[in-house]
């Protein structure tokens, strides 16, 4: 029951026209915002490159020690590596790994430490404290990054697409829902076997 501004022709004329979406018929155009909203902002790189880098840490649960980025879309891995090599530096290595994945690997810590995404993950939180008073520009990054790291997706039936976060942790399962809603985003937090945040 979403409504959509459709431009959909009326007596030959194009007409901006609110409609349900399972009121869209092929032939509908839907009109979408190309820019970024006034109320979300754009991001300086380095601070986009730091949420990237946040985002995916989270998503994967990794600890300070060991620096090790799995990653199955390419497209995405090259975002990352990109952010790894801006914000954390150092020597490392980045490749194709196994059947149609990629890893960023570095042995050495050092580099990690004395960066900025250290002191962002410091304090163990699932949403990095400083995420949760930034503006919203950080918290979409944030969170599109988590999502784009660990989400699975799957279509139930013709007009329903399920977006799952599965997490070990509870709490970070909350923390995420708690993120989304303050975006206007609502989700729903199962446990069957895992944790998971369902959008």
Same mark, same amino acid.
């Given at each position: ?111 990690? %430490? &004395? *960066? ?5 993950? $410091? ?5 990095? #404290? +400083? =995420?949760?008073? /930034?503006? @919203? ?5 944030? %969170? &599109? *990054? ?5 989400? $699975? ?5 013709? #007009? +329903? =697409?399920?977006? /799952?976060? @599965? ?14 809603? $303050? ?17």
């Amino acid at each position: 029951n979403h409504p959509v501004l459709c431009l959909v022709p009326v007596a030959g004329v194009p007409t901006l026209l609110w409609k349900l979406l399972e009121e869209i018929v092929p032939g509908d155009h839907v009109v979408l915002q190309r820019t970024v909203s006034a109320e979300v902002g754009l991001l300086d790189p380095a601070q986009q490159d730091l949420e990237v880098l946040a985002g995916d840490w989270v998503a994967r649960g990794r600890a300070v020690e060991a620096i090790r980025f799995d990653i199955r879309d390419e497209g995405y891995f090259d975002l990352v590596r990109r952010a790894y090599d801006a914000v954390v530096g150092g020597p490392r290595t980045a490749g194709p790994v196994g059947e149609g994945g990629y890893r960023l690997q570095a042995t050495d810590t050092t580099a990690l %430490l &004395a *960066s900025p995404l250290a002191e962002l993950l $410091e304090a163990g939180d699932a949403v990095p #404290r +400083v =995420v949760w008073s /930034a503006e @919203p520009a950080v918290k979409w990054t944030f %969170l &599109a *990054s988590v999502f784009t790291a660990a989400a $699975e997706i799957t279509e139930r039936g013709r #007009r +329903v =697409v399920r977006i /799952a976060l @599965p997490t070990a942790d509870a709490g970070t399962a909350d923390e995420i829902q708690q993120l989304l809603l $303050e975006l206007g985003m609502r989700s729903l937090v199962g446990d069957r076997d895992r944790t998971t945040v369902v959008v």
